[in-house]
């Protein structure tokens, strides 16, 4: 039997920094009223002109082909998770591909929200079990600044720019991702969107002067469906899995909301001291924050470590993968 095997990790944030002073002074905010709701100091963004989310992927990609030595015309797949690509079509993942030297490879896109790397991860596990192929190269690509609004108080101080990738490549021990959870919900669309830009409102003026083209969010009702739901799928995985969260060595939630980490937290019943977070720095980096935030702690975590993987996002669609670490 194959398990897919994590074979490296790597991830990109732009140099631009916009920290809470500096949104202070856009919009009618302030730093402690910031951190005190979702505990983030300071975000990256990425200011480059004429450049969108493939370039934070092919970033992150070449880094993750370079530390792991790996020939870019042997990788097969590439698989990119993103809701903000560079266009509606072609793929981002064909651009990050063909930039990357991934001359091999087939490349698509993902689109699941903040749950799409962990979506992406489960697509590449399924390749790898099946001996489809032997190096799927996942990335997550989102420059979130594309869509936020910055003269909204309420959605402008969360979101920041990214990228990170994963090598996941075929081992014959029991390591890399083991199992995976995942649901949606439907009724969450009005809760969690950008209104108008697909099919159903295509861009008009009267779209763009009532500002339709940038992430809409209800924050009470988002709130309460992600602890409910990364809770639950985070404890159903492990369940299922023969685990007790005292078994769990890291528990790596995607950064939207500080207060969203150590609410499952503490209904998990896991102490604060295992769970990752790094949103003060880069803010809610949608698809890209749980990788981004592995490998910031990729030397933390060590051979055999249990991790519990999960995430939420607009659909509403979220989940939980168990993965056993093996860098």
Same mark, same amino acid.
């Given at each position: 039997? @194959? ?20 949104? #202070?002074?856009?919009?009618? !905010? ?29 970033? +992150?990609?070449?880094? $993750? ?6 020939? *870019? ?29 991934? !001359? ?13 790397? @962990? ?20 990335? +997550? +690509? ?8 910055? #003269?909204?108080?309420?959605?402008? *101080? ?28 439907? !009724?969450? $669309? *009005?809760?969690? $969107? ?33 602890? &409910?739901?990364?809770?639950?799928? #985070? ?8 685990? &007790? ?5 890291? @528990?790596? *939630? ?30 809610? &980096?949608? +698809? ?11 030397? !933390? ?7 519990? @993987? &999960? ?17």
């Amino acid at each position: 039997m @194959l398990y897919p095997r994590i074979a490296g990790i790597a991830s990109y944030t732009p140099d631009d920094i916009l920290d809470n002073e500096m949104l #202070s002074k856009m919009v009618d !905010t302030s730093d402690e009223w910031i951190t005190t709701r979702v505990g983030i100091k300071q975000r990256r963004i990425l200011k480059l002109e004429n450049e969108g989310s493939s370039y934070l992927g092919i970033k +992150a990609v070449n880094k $993750l082909l370079e530390s792991t030595g790996t020939n *870019p015309e042997e990788v097969d797949l590439l698989i990119c998770a993103t809701s903000n690509p560079d266009y509606r079509f072609p793929s981002t993942g064909s651009i990050i591909a063909h930039n990357c030297g991934l !001359t091999h490879a087939y490349a698509y896109d993902i689109q699941a929200a903040c749950a799409g790397f @962990l979506v992406s991860l489960q697509d590449a596990a399924a390749y790898i079990r099946s001996g489809i192929y032997k190096k799927v190269i996942v990335v +997550a +690509a989102e420059k979130m600044s594309s869509m936020t609004n910055y #003269s909204d108080r309420t959605t402008c *101080p969360l979101f920041g720019d990214a990228a990170g990738a994963m090598l996941i490549e075929p081992s014959e021990e029991k390591v890399g991702i083991i199992d995976g959870v995942f649901h949606i919900d439907g !009724t969450g $669309l *009005p809760h969690l $969107l950008m209104k108008a830009g697909g099919s159903v409102h295509p861009a008009t003026h009267e779209t763009v002067d009532n500002n339709e083209h940038f992430i809409y969010q209800e924050g009470r009702a988002v709130y309460k469906h992600a602890v &409910t739901d990364m809770l639950t799928s #985070s404890i159903d995985v492990a369940t299922r899995n023969g685990l &007790t969260m005292d078994d769990v060595n890291w @528990l790596i *939630p995607h950064q939207a909301n500080l207060r969203i980490i150590e609410a499952v937290a503490e209904r998990a019943g896991i102490d604060h001291s295992k769970v990752l977070v790094n949103i003060e720095h880069y803010g809610n &980096t949608s +698809a890209a924050s749980i990788p981004l935030c592995i490998d910031e702690y990729k030397n !933390t975590l060590k051979k055999g470590d249990k991790i519990i @993987l &999960t995430a939420f996002g607009a659909g509403f669609t979220w989940g939980a993968l168990y993965i056993i670490w093996d860098l």
